[in-house]
């Protein structure tokens, strides 16, 4: 079995009676290091039907008590955040975490957000392709200079620039629509699939299409890295306590029929989880992180022993 870079999300989101505090993000962080993922990332909601902790508050926080895992956002809302103040912080946390970040970004689909920051949720595309755009050309760079439909930025200096060079690799989240692949051929680095939105099916054949937008717009393939983010998951050997965890946990938390959830994640044995995680990589992932949403910590052990061995 091929190599398959495994990470975990943060969990800043409540889910069910769970509530995370300090102590208990920042010890999961050191957990995640010491136990040898590869990545840990913060997903991004300005208001949701839970609680969530602030994306960028606690990368930062999580940047301070680690030293090797790399971190990521997956994905920040650059529209509803401004992608200036946007390349701002995501500047600032690659130079906190000594070069370590992965810039995810994406529009979002939850009207909420665009309610709350007072942005036309109509307008998510446009601002978001010209986001992008002023990411990919200015990111790294001293000052900008761009003239758009939703942003005209007359040579505004934003620095300091980050760590790495040109900048930290700029992931594209999304579910994968014509309009936004086009977008990731264009400006991104790589595509962060939804592993509850798409099937390996999907990513198989939705990766062929991007990859062939590349090679058209003249960029290549080279470096170019597809992610599968948000793989919920819950391992036992208990079957009827995993789906349990779907029905009266995960499903309501994220307003999805349970039914639909139980098909496309790893809720049961580690070996279940495997076989998932191996048809995904074989559809071309090249990193998935997962998100266990019960045990927190008791769940990452258990991914450390049983499954991450399976992709060394």
């Known amino acids: 079995m091929r190599k398959l870079l495994l990470g975990v999300h943060s969990p800043v989101m409540g889910i069910g009676d769970q509530e995370f505090g300090r102590e208990q993000i920042l010890s999961s962080a050191r957990l995640a290091e010491k136990l040898g ?64 970040l992965i810039a995810g970004i994406g529009p979002g689909s939850h009207k909420g957000d ?8 109509e307008e998510r595309w446009g601002r978001f392709r010209e986001s992008t755009e002023i990411l990919s050309r200015f990111w790294g760079k001293d000052s900008i200079d761009y003239r758009g439909r939703f942003y005209k930025i007359e040579n505004i200096p934003v620095t300091p620039i980050p760590l790495q060079k040109p900048h930290p690799p700029l992931m594209v989240g999304s579910w994968g629509s014509e309009q936004i692949l086009r ?43 597809i992610s599968v983010m948000t793989m919920f998951c819950y391992i036992t050997s208990d079957k009827q306590r995993a789906l349990r965890m779907i ?19 790893p809720f049961g044995d580690s070996k279940e ?16 992180h997962l998100w266990p949403i019960g045990n927190y910590a008791e769940q990452l052990e258990i991914l450390a022993k049983e499954v991450l061995p399976a992709f060394e």
């Not at 665009?114 to 949720?121: E, H, I, K």
């Not at 495997?274 to 998935?288: C, M, N, P, V, Y």
């Open 247 to 265: 029905r009266e946990t995960l499903a309501p938390t994220l307003g999805r029929p349970p039914e639909e959830l139980e098909k496309a994640l």
């Open 183 to 225: 977008i990731i051929a264009k400006f991104g680095d790589g595509w962060m699939a939804s592993a509850y939105n798409a099937t390996p099916n999907d990513l198989k054949e939705k990766s062929d299409i991007l990859l062939s937008y590349k090679e058209e717009s003249g960029r290549g393939r080279a470096g170019f890295e």
């Open 273 to 288: 989880c495997i076989e998932r995680l191996r048809k995904f990589s074989e559809a071309g992932a090249h990193r998935i």
């Open 114 to 121: 665009y309610l709350a920051a007072g942005v036309p949720f």
């Open 37 to 100: 993922f590869d990545s840990l990332s913060v997903n991004d909601h300005i208001s949701y039907r839970t609680s969530w902790l602030d994306s960028l508050e606690t990368l930062a926080a999580v940047a301070a008590v680690t030293d090797r895992i790399r971190i990521a956002t997956s994905i920040l809302n650059v529209v509803v955040r401004n992608p200036i103040v946007s390349m701002k912080a995501l500047s600032s946390i690659d130079i906190l975490s000594s070069g370590r």
